[in-house]
Every structure is written in C-alpha cells, then in structure tokens.
C-alpha cells in the first residue's frame, strides 16, 4: 500500500505534492516558459517530450519535464498544446539591406527572416552600413535575426585587381570588423592567393564565390571556408584532357555537360571533404532564377510569397528570368540543375560539411520562405528530414564555432526558437506550420507574425 501511495504522489501537482510527503518540485525563474512542448534539441535525432523550457535574459535557463520542475511566480507561460520546439535556423547565403533602401523595407526584410524561423543570417553581400543595422538588432531597436557580416566583396569591378589591392583591402575589412571576407568572381591567382594570405594573417575567413582562374581543388586547398553556389564544382568533373586551353572557356553550357565526367565525382567529395570546407549550395535559387527553366510568370505564380516584395523587385525578377530563358539552352540548364543536385548529393553522402543558403532575397528567393523552398529540395534530393534540419540548426553553429551559442535547444543557449504544430523530422513542409518564433527571447505568436505579414503586404499595395 505505501509503495502504491508513493507511486500515486509521483503524479501529482506541486500543490500536492507536500500533502503526500514529498518535496516541492525547484522552482526556476525566468521571464517566458513553454509549458506541455515536446523538444528536438537537434544534438542527435530524438524527441523529448512534454518538456517545460524556461528563458532567460534571452537564454535558455532550465528544460525539464513538469514532474521535474516548474516555472517560478510571475513568469509568463506559452502553452505549446504539445507542439515542437526546435532551434531557430540559420541562412547562410543572404543579402542584407544598404543604405539605398529604405528603412522601412530594411526591416521588413530582416522580418521576412524571422517570421519564417531563420534568427541567423550570415549576410554575404557586404558594406559598411551593416554595423549600425546589426547594432540596432542587437538593441532590441530593430527586430531581426542574429547577424554575422561579410566584407564588401573582393572582385575587379570592386576596386580589387592586383594582389596589393588585395592584401591592403582585407586588412582594411579586418580593422572594420567584418567577420568574413567575401570572394566573388574574376580574380587572377595571384589575386586571390594574396587575399588568402592576408585573412591567415588577421584571422578572418574568406567565403563565397570561387574565381573560375582559381578554380575549385585550387580554393579547397587554399582553405576557402565556404563554397557558395556550389560555385566551379561542375567544373571540377571535367578531366584535364577534356579542358580547353582557354580555362574555362566551354563556349556554352551544353559543351560543358558534354565533358562531365562524372566518375571523378568520389575525387572531389574527398577534396571537399578533407579541407573541411563548407558547401552553402542555393540550389532552388540557381534552377530558377540563375540557370533559367521556367518562365517569370510561372515562378512567380508559385510563389504566393511574392506579395511581401515590392512589386518593382518582382517585375524585375520576372524579366531577368525570362531574358535568361530566351538567351540559354533550356535542356542543357536542366541537365545542368540535375547534375548540381547530383553533386550536392554525393557531398552530404560523403560526409562534406553542407549549410543551409539561400541567396535571399533574390530572384524569387524571398528572405525566410526561401528556406523552407530549399529545405524541401533537399528532402526531394534523398536527404532525411533530420539531415536537413541539422543543415539548418547545428550545422551552421559549427560552422561559426558558436555550438555552446546557438543551433540546439540546450540551457545557455541563445532562445532563438522554432515552436511548429507538427514533427517535422516525419516531414519537413511542417516547418511552415507554425505557432510562433522566438528571436533573441523575444516572443512572436503566430497570430502576430501573420498581422505584420499582412501589413508588410499592405505596404507594398499586396
């Protein structure tokens, strides 16, 4: 009868809990707790469930079951109803306002961000006016997500065409205080081993693009941190004696296709693999609005997110992608598109570090929504549902060095949140159900997130 009495008080609420001999239950303090939340912490695929997570100061100060613990007097409860709490995601590869837009669409930009889960942006089209955008997040003046900066890129037509100009460029970016210097086309080799060599010496990354003299094994040993685009790896499947002497100079997309050869494939998801470099690869971005296989029209009709651009952005969009259709070979760009899935497959079977990327916002690739359109792609490709949300959560953190800041649901880490209605790890469109987001503990329901969409829409005559 006692062993049955004891067992019976287990269950109990605190109230009661003294009435049956037992101890109060701790009780923690905070400013927010989710409450009945089951949690995917996203340090290995599982789920805890009917958890109570406690914030604090914009951390995570307690997770624990409701037998465990309970939030203090005074903290505000959200009832998850039994929804999944998962860390925010990263985008790896977006663009950040300039002091040519306006402030009102520089913030609904970083919005668009957050309403869609992304609380990190590593921005990857620099400039000076960043610092101050990423100072009034940081504030609380402006909401947005967590920013990291890249410089203003290195490329001829920035002010970058011998390797002094290189070198005294990323020191000058270093002195700043950009987190990453970012690469873009048309450097020489000299060039761009100059600036290699000058981030190693002030500490900084070089990330983004690889200049086609340079080439992809040339990058990978170099110890480019990041190769967006999955820029010069279709490049890379070419065989020396298929090169022309003009390096890359294929005249066209489908004589490039023509001297794939594909078995080389395993080579060069080693070389990925053993420089430890990162893959940010924008697929959806690149199938519709780079390479060109559908109309304007037809993308922007798929695309109920379009309403939240301005409809000049849009129009622009459109033409650019049907100007594309009309000058390219649109089988080749097909082929091509399956072919870069190809690769990003054979990398993350390989073991290659991949991250989450966007290039938003650009062509039809809308801050935040784009994220969801690219996650679903990789399913589509045979990643699992965890797979991607690592690619989305953890993995960046790993990238940054930061896993003890961000990209789990653990105590001290930054709650920057995800609460869906669904499990996405049973299918990944769930991440589009959801409940709300918290960016930096601040909490946004979904009713909410839906009336500053609306008025985002309303603004632009959406």
């Known amino acids: 009868m006692a062993r049955n009495l004891s067992v019976a008080c287990l269950a109990l609420s605190l109230s009661a809990a003294a009435a049956c001999g037992g101890a109060a239950l701790p009780r923690v303090e905070g400013d927010i707790a989710f409450i009945n939340a089951n949690v995917i912490p996203m340090d290995v695929e599982r789920v805890l469930e009917n958890r109570t997570v406690v914030i604090a ?102 002010g970058v065409s011998t390797p002094e100009e290189a070198e005294q460029l990323v020191r000058e970016y270093a002195v700043q205080g950009y987190d990453l210097i970012k690469m873009l086309e048309g450097l020489d080799v000299e060039t761009y081993d100059a600036a290699v060599r000058t981030a190693a010496e002030v500490g900084l990354p070089l990330a983004g693009h690889v200049p086609d003299q340079v080439g992809l ?65 924008t697929m959806v971005l690149w199938e519709t609005g780079i390479l060109g296989t559908r109309p304007g029209a037809t993308v922007a009709a798929e695309r109920p997110e379009v309403r939240y651009m301005p409809p000049e952005t849009v129009e622009q969009w459109t ?63 045979g990643m699992t549902p965890y797979d991607v949300l690592e690619i989305a959560t953890r993995k960046p953190a790993e990238y940054f060095g930061a896993t003890d800041d961000f990209g789990t649901v653990a105590v001290g880490r930054r709650a920057d949140l995800l609460l869906l209605e669904a499990n996405p790890l049973e299918d990944i469109s769930r991440t589009e159900r959801r409940a709300g987001v918290m960016v930096g503990g601040r909490w946004l329901p979904e009713e909410e997130i839906q009336r500053r969409l609306e008025a985002i829409a309303t603004h632009y005559g959406n």
Do not use: C, K
């Open 57 to 158: 100061d914009g951390r995570i100060a307690a997770i624990g079951s409701a037998d465990e613990m309970t939030p203090a007097e005074g903290v505000e409860l959200i009832d998850a109803a039994g929804g999944y709490l998962l860390p925010g995601f990263t985008e790896m590869h977006g663009h950040l306002p300039n002091p040519r837009v306006p402030d009102r669409d520089a913030q609904n930009v970083l919005f668009l961000y957050v309403a869609n889960g992304v609380t990190t942006v590593r921005g990857m089209q620099g400039d000076p006016s960043q610092f101050d955008l990423r100072e009034r997040v940081r504030s609380g003046a402006v909401l947005g997500p967590q920013l990291f900066l890249a410089s203003v890129s290195l490329s001829p037509g920035r």
């Open 319 to 381: 033409r650019s992608v049907d100007e594309r259709l009309a000058a390219g070979d649109v089988e080749a760009n097909r082929r091509l598109a399956a072919l870069r899935g190809r690769i990003l497959l054979a990398l993350h079977e390989g073991g290659a570090n991949i991250a989450l990327g966007t290039d938003s916002p650009q062509t039809f690739s809308v801050p935040g929504f784009s994220a969801h359109r690219e996650m679903r792609y990789y399913v589509s490709l």
């Open 217 to 281: 094994r040339r990058a990978l040993a170099s110890r480019q941190v990041s190769i967006d685009h999955l820029d010069n790896y279709v490049e890379a499947l070419v065989p020396e004696a298929a090169r022309p002497e003009e390096w890359p100079g294929f005249g066209g997309r489908g004589t490039l296709l023509a001297r794939v050869d594909e078995s080389l494939m395993p080579d060069v998801v080693e070389a990925t693999v053993r420089a430890g470099a990162w893959v940010v690869p």
